[in-house]
């Protein structure tokens, strides 16, 4: 976590300051030649590293701050835990594997993929197991969708809390993802006509389970053992997870081993103590699986404030549903006032991370920004205040509430919220 | 590793002719598309000759996996349900589960499952569901006491997973409803055909999915603008709590411990990397002065001393042996132990897979000298 930067001792609030009096630099003609083009820098003269130096390769030493962070208050210990993906360092829509938000439950479990198995067994003519290699004979699929953490933004329902995106909303990530259709692997051993649900159990000291109905896993349920184009990394599940596209993260099950049909849900753990969400009225609803329409700007946001002043501004964020792609992305810069329609570009992918820009000219006053998606099924996403209407604020899981940053005179953002 | 491969001896990549098997309606995967549409004019002829003949053929060969057998359904299906299906045989009372509780389960959860610290809370919270700050627990929120035996089956205790035996699954899942009033009496026996006489108080408190609850385009357009009373106003900020953690690395003062009083030998810049990785044995062992056994035992004092010597730890015989034989935590010594546990000491009930890293094997023993 060595930001080479701050080693130099520049703070961020210095380079804020050198920022903004360049940007004002740039108004007056007469300017100083740039040392940047009129000194010869060390790389221009000196040759660099030959081509094993990194035979992995790793960013460059200046974007040593793109890194997954942790709230260590969170939780009592770091191997039942959760870390955020830098979502203000990013740009389109896929996330580099090796920032992909991390949550285990008994740590990240080492498998060796030569023991790994997946077995099938409960409501099926054939109990089966397989073997890597046999996964990998299946008709394989690619497909692109983003996994959300249930608790992204839970920290959020009673007040603005974390200053950051990467905090608030950085229980995300999109990646590429190549496996086999479940649905292949449950016929091989023949499901049962009154089979209702599955449950897949991880390998992990956790052994996690989620009860899954038989519908959704015979729909776009995946078996993925690669991840953009390489094997899933070890806290994403290697050698095997399963893909629920559009659902609660807790349910892509790592470290995927076993398979069970049944009759009737087992409610586990982590779909009774755990992912049950409660309302003020004291119930709490249950299998509340899918991730409803959401978004937040990235940019400006917290941890990515505004350092070149008045003038020209790109506004960049992320929009995603759980229900299908996202249809467009309003933006406001006066706290919901007045929106106008951002544009989404690249990729639109069910299910998967959306990318939109606003660009405007800022005149240097204070602004209030804000997203709000809709959805190709024309869900909106809710204000705070709408959303607690109805859930109270103790659901913990699935607020997919509209996040208000305040932009201050100096670029400086927070996180706050309006009324 | 590709520096020794001659590239000409590489064997060409044969071409993927096989499309998916019939029948997959949803399939809009990308070996679909590829397959299909990549193949030069020459090739293509043959290729749908091929596809097409096999596109009215059956399905492939249903013949990938292998049949489990019942001893591997039996290791492995572990998962009990609320109708009692999966329960094994055996039995236990809360008289049964209170000791091995104490034992296994209490630095954690607190000897009246009241938690310690921040572990989790496993009684109490009676009533709190409507509350501001409502307590979750077995007793007040968990619907179902199948649940219980499953989870401390399956991941209990925290950093010894299924080290424990069905009886004394049913003795603690007993203990744990006894101290959630669930139980009254102390000699209840709790097995598969008692089971269904287990109420949990809030089966009833869970509702179905309500979604949508906000808003819809099916109830309207959302508004565009002047959609407020006049300018909003900031109501709250999260700077105030100021709870987010710092970029940079802190120290927290709590902790930064006596490096001043340490030997002249310590070396405090290595002990702090030690405190990291000291992240990775925090799940089982405490240090500084409220230490307690916990899976592992407390580690205050240990470089320089016998194994196998704190009070009240129930070690493994195979610790209890290298004690006798006179084994003394050192550098050394500890660095083996810490590297391999399992290797070093066969028998051990560590269950750590070690520190392959030299480096943090050092630091963390660094760490580990200023604790008294």
């Given amino acids: ?419 | 590793m590709l520096k020794s491969v001659d590239l000409s001896l590489l064997p060409l990549p044969a071409a993927p002719l096989l499309p998916l098997p019939p029948g997959e309606g949803r399939g809009e995967g990308i070996a679909t598309r590829t397959t299909l549409t990549r193949p030069s004019s020459k090739a293509r002829g043959l290729f749908t000759a091929l596809a097409t003949l096999l596109l009215t053929t059956p399905a492939l060969a249903n013949d990938l996996g292998r049949p489990a057998t019942p001893a591997e359904i039996a290791a492995w299906d572990i998962d009990i349900r609320p109708d009692g299906q999966g329960l094994p045989e055996g039995g236990g009372t809360p008289a049964d589960g209170e000791p091995i509780y104490n034992d296994r389960c209490a630095s954690c959860h607190g000897v009246f499952g009241e938690g310690e610290g921040r572990w989790p809370v496993l009684t109490g919270g009676d009533g709190t569901l409507q509350d501001d700050r409502p307590v979750k627990t077995i007793g007040s929120y968990w619907p179902y006491a199948s649940t219980v035996w499953d989870y401390i089956h399956r991941a209990m205790p925290f950093g010894d997973a299924q080290s424990l035996s069905d009886d004394e699954v049913y003795a603690l899942t007993a203990y744990v409803l006894y101290m959630n009033d669930i139980i009254d009496d102390e000699d209840f026996e709790l097995t598969r055909e008692t089971f269904g006489e287990i109420e949990m108080p809030n089966e009833g408190g869970f509702i179905a999915d309500e979604r949508p609850d906000t808003m819809t385009l099916a109830k309207g357009e959302p508004c565009m603008s002047d959609c407020t009373d006049g300018p909003v106003k900031i109501t709250m900020r999260a700077a105030v709590l100021d709870v987010t953690p710092q970029t940079e690395a802190t120290t927290d003062e709590g902790e930064t411990v006596m490096v001043a009083a340490a030997a002249p030998a310590f070396d405090a810049g290595l002990a702090e990397k030690g405190k990291k990785v000291f992240k990775k044995c925090g799940a089982c062992h405490q240090v500084g002065e409220k230490a307690k056994n916990r899976t592992g035992p407390l580690l205050n004092g240990v470089i320089g001393k016998e194994a196998g010597a704190v009070e009240k730890f129930r070690y493994s015989k195979a610790m209890k042996k290298a004690a006798a034989e006179g084994l003394i935590w050192n550098a050394e010594t500890l660095g083996w132990y810490l590297e391999a546990p399992r290797t070093y000491m066969k028998g051990t009930k560590m269950s750590f897979k070690g520190l392959s890293d030299e480096d943090d094997r050092a630091a963390v023993i660094e760490y580990l000298k200023q604790f008294e």
């Fill in chain 1, 1 to 419: 976590m060595t930001d080479p930067l701050s080693k130099s001792g520049l703070s961020r609030r210095s380079l804020l300051t050198t920022a903004v009096a360049g940007s004002a630099a740039l108004t007056v003609p007469a300017r100083a030649n740039d040392p940047a083009i009129t000194e010869l820098q060390p790389w221009m003269q000196s040759l660099g590293d030959g081509v094993d130096a990194r035979p992995y390769g790793t960013p460059s030493p200046y974007e040593a701050d793109a890194v997954r962070r942790d709230v260590p208050w969170l939780t009592a210990d770091p191997i039942s835990s959760v870390n955020f993906t830098p979502l203000h360092k990013l740009e389109g829509i896929i996330t580099p594997n090796g920032l992909c938000f991390e949550r285990h439950h008994g740590g990240v479990a080492e498998v060796d993929p030569a023991k790994h198995r997946l077995m099938i067994n409960g409501l099926v003519d054939k109990p089966l197991v397989f073997t890597m290699e046999d996964l990998k004979r299946f008709p394989r699929e690619n497909h692109v969708y983003f996994l959300e953490c249930a608790a992204n933004s839970g920290m959020e329902w009673r007040g603005a809390q974390l200053n950051g995106c990467q905090f608030t909303h950085g229980m995300v990530h999109c990646v590429v993802y190549t496996g086999v259709k479940l649905k292949h692997i449950l016929e091989e051993a023949g499901v049962k006509t009154n089979a209702k649900w599955i449950m897949p159990e991880g390998a992990d000291a956790s052994a996690m389970t989620r009860s899954i109905p038989i519908e959704k896993a015979l729909d776009d349920c995946m078996v993925a053992f690669a991840m953009n184009g390489e094997a899933l990394r070890p806290e994403q599940g290697y050698p095997l997870r399963i893909v629920v596209p559009g659902w609660e993260g807790n349910m892509w099950v790592k470290w995927l081993r076993r398979i069970e049909v049944g009759d009737e849900p087992w409610h586990h753990r982590e779909e009774t103590s755990k992912y049950t969400d409660l309302l003020a009225s004291g119930k709490a609803r249950r299998f509340t699986w899918e991730m409803d329409v959401k978004s937040v700007i990235t940019s400006p946001s917290p941890q990515a404030p505004i350092t070149h002043g008045k003038g020209r501004t790109v506004l960049s964020g992320l929009a995603w549903s759980g229900r299908g792609t996202i249809d467009r992305v309003d933006v406001s810069l006066d706290g919901g006032s007045n929106w106008t329609t951002a544009r989404v570009d690249g990729p639109s992918h069910t299910k998967a991370l959306h990318r939109f820009y606003h660009e405007f000219d800022w005149d240097g006053e204070p602004l209030l920004l804000q997203s709000r998606a809709i959805d190709s099924e024309g869900w909106v996403q809710p204000t705070k205040n709408a959303l607690r209407d109805v859930r109270g604020t103790e659901s913990i899981y699935h607020n997919n509430s509209i996040q208000t940053w305040y932009v201050q005179k100096d670029g400086e953002v927070e996180n706050v919220e309006v009324g």
